[in-house]
């Protein structure tokens, strides 16, 4: 007979995933019931990294007061991420001041643990507990939108390197050029803008397959070559990593049904027999909800006594 797993009590906990446009807030169980979930904007422009840190602040305390029961702050963000310090230690221009911004310092008069991981991380670590990658002894997972991020986990171990910085797959250069500057969605809105001479600000990723739908032959000609260039980076990053498994996500991946068969010929078509034939490519489950939810699982890891 088998043995029935003893389920603990239930748990809240405040979630937060801070991209560059857009800040996702709400609660979520250690069951992984969501509670709440919303959205506001970053302006991380204007905020810089200390205002980012304190907008963080403002929201956490809000969230206190609505769910008075919530034992820990978990946060996902952009950026590389100390997470033994739970301190920004690189950033783009995105988020302008944000290197050196100390949460656990920031959101210490709450009186709250709290724990910080990076974006990408976060979103593997979802997929690779309750999602694509679930029940897979090593999975690799991409994140495809304005640049490409990528983190890896095997035996439940995500890896994060000798400076946090493991994974950081966009600046690979493939065939000379930077995998994210070959292979994002902003070098498809590059080209199709270039090959339109319009303006790129005109154009974006759900735009282009709309055109490719409608017959647009440029457009659709393009979209081929990113997907068959994303094959051929998974390729070469399968050399190294060897996973069971790669999980694709970001926005454009939820056209899947357009972009599977292309990104495997490029993958296959740049691989090796062994390889291509034990590699699974699948695509995230957790698209919405993915930073919040992989915060949890990072900090659930941290503080095992409140899993």
């Not at 979930?37 to 907008?55: C, R």
């Not at 739970?86 to 709450?110: C, M, Q």
């Not at 691989?271 to 949890?296: C, V």
Request: with cysteine; charged share 25%; glycine share 10%.
């Amino acid at each position: 007979m088998e043995e029935r797993k003893e389920i603990g009590p239930k748990r809240e906990f405040i979630c937060i995933d801070i991209g560059g446009t857009a800040i996702k807030y709400g609660v979520i169980t250690n069951q992984d019931e969501v509670l709440l979930q919303k959205e506001t904007p970053t302006n991380a422009k204007i905020l810089g990294g200390k205002g980012l840190a304190q907008k963080v602040h403002d929201l956490c305390k809000q969230l206190i007061q609505e769910f008075p029961n919530v034992e820990g702050i978990a946060i996902s963000t952009a950026g590389v991420v100390d997470t033994e310090k739970t301190e920004i230690i690189h950033a783009s221009n995105a988020i302008p001041g944000y290197i050196g911004v100390n949460y656990r310092e920031e959101l210490a008069d709450l009186n709250l643990p709290v724990e910080v991981e990076n974006d990408v991380n976060s979103a593997g670590l979802s997929e690779y507990v309750s999602g694509s990658a679930k029940g897979t002894k090593s999975a690799l997972i991409l994140t495809i939108g304005t640049g490409i991020g990528g983190c890896f986990i095997e035996e439940g171990r995500l890896s994060h390197g000798n400076t946090y910085s493991a994974c950081e797959v966009g600046y690979i250069p493939i065939d000379g050029v930077a995998f994210q500057d070959q292979a994002a969605t902003s070098a498809l809105v590059r080209s199709v803008a270039m090959l339109k001479d319009e303006p790129e600000c005109e154009w974006n990723g759900r735009r282009i397959f709309e055109c490719a739908e409608n017959g647009d032959e440029v457009c659709e000609a393009e979209i081929e070559k990113l997907a068959r260039r994303i094959g051929k980076g998974i390729a070469s990053l399968c050399f190294i990593l060897n996973p069971q498994v790669v999980v694709l996500g970001g926005g454009i991946m939820a056209r899947q049904d357009i972009l599977r068969p292309w990104i495997e010929a490029g993958f296959v078509s740049n691989s090796i027999p062994l390889i291509a034939k034990n590699t699974e490519i699948r695509f995230a489950s957790h698209q919405n909800a993915a930073g919040m939810k992989g915060a949890l699982v990072h900090f659930l890891q941290k503080h095992p006594e409140l899993a």
